[in-house]
């Protein structure tokens, strides 16, 4: 049995404030004299009967805990610690989705607020050695122009190593807004070079998959475990090259399936598709990246070398360079070819490719 944690990985699909440890979340409330609600420290917030789950508790308690995020000092140390799990956790590269918006009025701005995460998730990089690049994500429950701002600051920053802007997304409740509407903002960030990555097929089915691939022409498909229900959008999605980042604790944690078992990663993977394991919002679903791939072993039976593919895929699909895809890919071989998965540490970031950070 190998150590999954040794399997070098990329992490897809992972949120800022969804990123926090329940203890940072204690420590920032206290700091700023908040009160959370107490489900929300109880270290399983989504532990509710199946028909109690949905959107909208996780909403409540997602905003409650973005709300203790109000400084410069409470981000930096976000993309640090989740930098550092990542890296315990075998994640060798990291591209980590954050919607600055909120977190601008207590850092001057919109564009301090990027700046300060990317700065963050360059010293986070030389700290832990999991490159950390970023997603700029657009809510869909704001206005399509704020989309545009928000893709035209994205490119500024564009790029593909730690601290650079790698992609662009669209978050929040895949019910509201109008997918068509948000088609310019992903034009400016794809002409940009950047990876379109909105969320889609999570808690709507084919037919807005079909929306989202159609108007925003997805490289990546935050999710899109719900095409699995529809057998010719899956081979499209296929053929396509569209990756899907399936969270599984996010679906079961907002009652899309009843339980681990009914996640249809097998189908998925077995209709060829791209995947990459992602934890979503471990503050709120209650595991992180690791317990993704125990899943995949525990619960759908994957086999060591199945799972060794799904790392691959993860790391296929990342924006990494082609050098760290290179290095995390001859990681995932060896740990393969090791008994125990005790040789698949991939060698450490160089420093020459990963100057100081600024
Ligand atoms: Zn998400």
């Known amino acids: 049995m190998r150590d999954l944690a040794k399997l070098p990985k990329a992490h897809l699909h992972l949120h800022f404030t969804g990123s926090m440890r329940t203890s940072t979340l204690q420590d920032m409330a206290t700091g700023h004299g908040l009160r959370l609600p107490s489900v929300l420290l109880d270290g399983d917030p989504l532990r509710v009967p199946a028909d109690e789950r949905g959107w909208f508790r996780f909403q409540r308690l997602y905003d409650a805990a973005r709300a203790c995020v109000r400084s410069e000092a409470d981000m930096r140390r976000l993309v640090d610690e989740a930098a550092a799990d990542d890296a315990a956790e075998g994640s060798g590269r990291l591209e980590i989705q954050v919607d600055p918006t909120s977190y601008a009025p207590f850092v001057g701005g919109i564009t301090p607020a990027v700046?300060?995460?990317?700065?963050?998730?360059r010293v986070a990089s030389a700290a832990h050695g999991t490159e950390v690049a970023v997603v700029v994500a657009a809510s869909r429950m704001r206005h399509p122009l704020d989309?545009?701002?928000?893709?035209?600051l994205s490119a500024r920053y564009a790029g593909q190593g730690p601290g650079e802007v790698v992609g662009f997304g669209l978050s929040n409740d895949e019910r509201r807004g109008d997918t068509e509407e948000f088609a310019a903002a992903f034009r400016i960030a794809r002409r940009a070079g950047?990876?379109?990555?909105?969320?889609?097929g999570e808690l709507l089915g084919p037919d807005h998959v079909r929306q989202v691939v159609s108007a925003l022409a997805p490289e990546r498909l935050g999710h899109g475990v719900r095409a699995g229900e529809d057998p010719a959008l899956l081979d499209e999605l296929v053929a396509a090259g569209v990756a899907l980042e399936v969270c599984p604790s996010s679906n079961v944690g907002l009652g899309v399936y009843p339980d681990l078992e009914a996640v249809?990663?097998?189908?998925?993977?077995?209709?060829?598709a791209?995947?990459?394991?992602?934890?979503d919002d471990p503050l709120l679903f209650g595991s992180r990246l690791g317990a993704q791939y125990e899943a995949a072993r525990t619960v759908h039976g994957f086999t060591d070398a199945e799972l060794a593919a799904?790392?691959?895929s993860s790391i296929e699909a990342s924006r990494a360079s082609s050098g760290t895809r290179a290095r995390l890919l001859a990681g995932v071989d060896a740990w393969l070819a090791s008994p125990d998965g005790g040789a698949g540490d991939a060698p450490p970031l160089s420093s020459a490719s990963h100057p100081p950070a600024r």
């Open 147 to 152: 989309a545009r701002t928000l893709a035209r």
């Open 264 to 272: 249809p990663l097998r189908r998925l993977v077995d209709a060829g």
């Open 194 to 200: 950047l990876a379109s990555v909105p969320h889609g």
């Open 310 to 312: 799904l790392a691959r």
């Open 115 to 121: 700046e300060i995460v990317l700065d963050a998730a």
């Open 274 to 279: 791209r995947v990459a394991l992602g934890a």
